[in-house]
């Protein structure tokens, strides 16, 4: 099968997941190359710095080489996609709940830039429960985030809450 070049896998990423792991890594059987592109100005003010974030994804993924790149975005994802010269979007479904505002996003690219199109990929069952807010929610009160996040978010994490403890 020949794979797509490259796909975006755009979000805020407020840290990366084991559930968005999970679709990056399922992405990469049919494309060469996934950016992951995080964004930088969310509404939301985030627990990580846009850098950090793209830190934290980088060093997760270190083995992939240049097959996962993230990249700091602002402004609209359709430009992004413009500017790593890729057509195609990816995002991840966790259950139907996602899908009024996925479908809204979808459509709100392809109204932005007709050329966009959103690929969605289906989560493993066992990750379906995992949201970056909830382990925000969970890692500060002491819960375990073990098989929530890659180890290297785990310690991001603990760095993170002790020092402002
Ligand atoms: O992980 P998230 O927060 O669900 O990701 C949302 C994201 C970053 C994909 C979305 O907010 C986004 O694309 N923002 C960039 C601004 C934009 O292009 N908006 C129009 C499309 S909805």
Not at 79 to 88: H, I, P, S
Not at 136 to 146: F, N, R, T
Not at 155 to 160: P, R, S, V, Y
Request: glycine share 4%.
């Amino acid at each position: 099968m020949s794979k797509l070049a490259r796909a975006i896998f755009p979000g805020s990423f407020d840290p990366l997941t084991l559930g968005h792991v999970d679709i990056i890594t399922r992405a990469l059987e049919f494309c060469e190359q996934v950016i992951v592109g995080v964004l930088a100005n969310p509404s939301k003010s985030p627990l990580f710095t846009a850098d950090e974030r793209v830190d934290l994804i980088e060093q997760h993924f270190r083995l992939y080489g240049e097959r996962v790149v993230a990249e700091s975005f602002s402004g609209l994802l359709v430009d992004f996609a413009k500017e790593q010269k890729t057509r195609v979007l990816l995002r991840g479904l966790r259950a139907t709940s996602d899908f009024d505002y996925e479908a809204q996003m979808a459509l709100m690219n392809r109204h932005l830039s007709s050329e966009i199109e959103t690929f969605f990929l289906m989560t493993l069952e066992k990750h379906s429960y995992i949201s970056s807010s909830l382990v925000k929610q969970v890692a500060p009160l002491g819960g375990s985030v073990e098989h929530l996040v890659p180890p290297v978010v785990a310690e991001a994490l603990m760095d993170k809450y002790e020092s402002v403890a």
